[in-house]
């Protein structure tokens, strides 16, 4: 059974930074290629960043492009989302999601996503 565990979620003005982590338990991290989504309230969640099992330059959501950079430490089992440039409209609950098929390329689809962390709440106050 796959564990996500999100964390370095808060509070912070516009402008300010957050970086996420999201530590991964009971499967072979370093084979699966992950993502981070959000979803505000009222709203569906939303593709933010997708990254392949071998790291590499990430895929973004044209909103957070050039402000936020996925990564990943395989040693760690560990992915991060860093978030500069925060804006209020980032605002949401932010979550890590495990590809459920091993290697192969990102999807910036939900359904292609079977394990999800519990999410961690980002609020960007103007």
């Known amino acids: 059974q796959v564990l996500l565990v999100e964390s370095g979620g808060g509070t912070v003005q516009a402008g300010g930074s957050l970086r996420l982590s999201c530590a991964a338990s009971g499967r072979a991290f370093s084979n699966y290629r992950m993502a981070w989504f959000r979803q505000a309230p009222g709203k569906e969640r939303q593709f933010v960043a997708a990254?392949?099992?071998?790291?590499?330059?990430?895929d973004y959501a044209d909103s957070v492009k050039g402000r936020f950079t996925i990564s990943r430490d395989n040693a760690k089992n560990t992915v991060y989302l860093q978030m500069n440039n925060l804006k209020p409209e980032d605002t949401a609950v932010y979550y890590c999601a495990m590809r459920s098929a091993p290697f192969g390329g990102t999807s910036r689809d939900t359904s292609d996503y079977g394990d999800w962390g519990q999410g961690t709440q980002v609020t960007v106050s103007s």
């Open positions: 990254i392949s099992w071998i790291g590499g330059n990430g």
